[in-house]
């Protein structure tokens, strides 16, 4: 918002119905009160400096509105604002500050220099607090726009400086934050700067992809997928997730916001990874920046503290096009055996180092690296259907099935193609899974949140494979497991605390897919298992018959392409 009210103390009555803030409780908190207050101000350029993970500086300056000077001093007083002025602006808050209590938080807890311009004045204004106190007031020079300097955050708050973590780890979650306002911002300038060293910098492109390109780097921005936008009466919904290659350890990746405000929204965010499931390993993450506007009386964004979370009038609709969306962008991605991971165990096995391989690098197709999606889909598809007519070659490390095409080599990571296999077959419902009876069946003794949630599950788990008997209280008997080969000696592992029946009674409706993946995955063909012709054969047929087998269903990569090209090109044969 560029248009700006005069800053006033807010009434009584509706301090009362602000959510009464403890805003500032560790740096990065600081960091996205002031994005707010320069965003609020209509900034396009903001520099974000920090020294020692926050603790020694902040400086936060933009090019927005300014403050005049007269009003610098209400500015920093608690419940002082001029975005808010009656209980109908908190109806529907159409700016990112609202309650007027970030810089007199900051006065209590750091010293704070504030320097401002507006655009009609002559110079700027310059105020410094030290110790909540008024120090000094005076003239200095100043471009329209604002800088707030935080120096000595929480020193006098020993407790509190103490359980602040490292400075590289204040600096990690200082740099996520600004990433986040930065791609939900891009036609803003941002650029975050810590001990000195320039981070990052957006250009104010306006396009999210080039602003995720700008934040985390050009191979992830490549790996983004745009979802098909929804819009629906009162909501809309844009986004840019990564496919299966881009996850990691962390949520650090996944951006969600709502008018513009990052929030962060358990349940849009578990919609979306909910649909991401089979494809991530266990503990990964996707990478994702989610959008949604809506109208501004549709959201509260007066229920928490520090404004990181909303209230959503219809959240449910909102998650149901969420992840509808997603299942879309994801649905149209190929199982690339054109840009896979370059597996390290080979090299170590002794091939000469492949010259012009980036370190960890990825091989790719001399064709054009990025096809369209039904290309990627259509060529992946042709490969494995290939894989039984090529000439098997033999096992390498006990690991991956080596063969031979008209175009190139491929390598098939054993263990995950199996696994791939036995997932399908467990998924293909609604035929039930022949069971193997166990000699003697497992006794599970679980708790009771599980054992509620388990008991409504039976039904799924028998069609599976895996017939259970409620015997009394919290303890159940398992008599089968799925007939898969070795599966007895895999999955009949006593106690609740097995994984097996941990994934079995997570809440939520993912349980019966993490279930599946878990009994493929422990029934699977190992790596470092040596394999005779006819079984390697018998496992390429079977991959072959099925639909996009290309990842295994943790979504790793199951099979490698080195083509003829590429060693054309590797060993300069002209
Ligand atoms: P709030 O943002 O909730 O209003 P703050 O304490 O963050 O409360 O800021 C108080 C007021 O100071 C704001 O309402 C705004 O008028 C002014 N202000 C703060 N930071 C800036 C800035 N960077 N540019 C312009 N005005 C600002
Ligand atoms: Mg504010």
């Given at each position: ?106 006065v209590a807890v750091a010293d704070l220099t504030l320097i401002s311009a507006t655009p009609e004045s002559e110079s700027g204004w310059q105020l410094s607090f030290a ?185 449910e609709e909102i998650a149901a096009a969420l992840a509808r969306a997603v299942r879309g962008a994801l649905s149209t991605l190929p199982a690339q055996p054109d840009a ?184 699977a063909l190992r790596r470092g298992q040596a394999l005779p012709g006819p079984v390697m054969r018998e496992l390429l047929h079977s991959l072959a018959a099925l639909e ?27």
């Open positions: 918002m560029t248009e700006r009210r005069p800053i006033a103390l807010l009434p009584p009555a509706l301090v009362e119905r602000v959510a009464a803030g403890e805003a500032i409780e560790r740096p990065a908190a600081a960091v996205k009160e002031l994005l707010d207050n320069a965003l609020d101000a209509g900034a396009t350029d903001i520099v974000v400096e920090v020294v020692g993970g926050g603790l020694t500086l902040l400086r936060v300056a933009d090019d927005g509105h300014g403050i005049p000077a007269a009003e610098m001093e209400l500015a920093c007083r608690r419940h002082a604002t001029s975005k808010m002025a009656t209980a109908a602006d908190l109806e529907r808050v159409g700016t990112l500050g609202f309650r007027g209590e970030a810089l007199a938080s900051l110790g909540a106190e008024l120090v000094h007031s005076a003239p200095a020079p100043r471009r329209p726009g604002t800088t707030v300097v935080v120096r000595r955050l929480f020193n006098a708050l020993p407790a509190r400086r103490h359980f602040m973590d490292s400075a590289a780890a204040e600096n990690g979650r200082i740099a996520v934050t600004v990433r986040r306002y930065a791609v939900i911002h891009p036609q803003v300038r941002l650029a975050l700067q810590v001990d000195a060293r320039l981070l990052f910098r957006t250009t104010g492109s306006g396009q999210a992809e080039v602003a995720i390109g700008e934040c985390w780097g050009q191979p992830l921005r490549r790996s983004l997928v745009q979802i098909p936008p929804q819009t629906q009466s009162g909501f809309s919904v844009i986004g840019w997730i990564s496919d299966r290659t881009a996850t990691r350890a962390t949520r650090a990746g996944i951006t969600l916001a709502v008018n513009g405000r990052p929030v962060e929204m358990a349940g849009l965010r578990e919609a979306l990874e909910a649909a991401y499931r089979p494809l991530l390993p266990r503990g990964r993450h996707p990478f994702a920046v989610i959008a949604l506007s809506c109208d501004p009386a549709d959201v509260d964004a007066n229920i928490h503290p520090t404004k990181a979370d909303v209230l959503l009038r219809r959240r896979v991971a370059w597996t390290p165990g080979l090299r170590q096995g002794g091939l000469p180092a492949l010259s012009g391989d980036p370190p960890g690098g990825r091989l790719r197709e001399s064709r054009r690296p990025y096809g369209s999606a039904e290309e990627r889909l259509a060529q992946g598809r042709r490969v494995i259907r290939d894989l039984p007519q090529m000439r098997l070659m033999g096992q390498v490390q006990q690991s991956l099935i080596l063969v031979e095409g008209n175009t190139g080599l491929y390598l098939v990571d054993q263990h995950r193609a199996h696994e791939r296999l036995l997932y399908e077959r467990l998924s293909a419902a609604p035929l039930a899974q022949p069971a193997q009876a166990l000699v003697e069946p497992v006794v599970l003794e679980l708790r009771r949140e599980q054992a509620e949630r388990f008991a409504g599950r039976l039904d799924e788990l028998t069609a599976l494979g895996f017939r259970v008997e409620h015997l009394q209280g919290l303890t159940y008997l398992v008599h089968s497991v799925p007939a898969l080969e070795g599966a007895a000696a895999a999955l009949a592992l006593p106690g609740a605390d097995d994984e097996l029946w941990r994934e079995a009674t997570l809440p939520g409706d993912h349980w019966l897919d993490r279930l599946r993946t878990s009994v493929a995955c422990r029934t996009a087998p290309t990842v295994c269903p943790h979504g790793s990569p199951l099979i490698l392409e080195v083509t003829t090209d590429f060693l054309a090109r590797q060993f300069d044969w002209s």
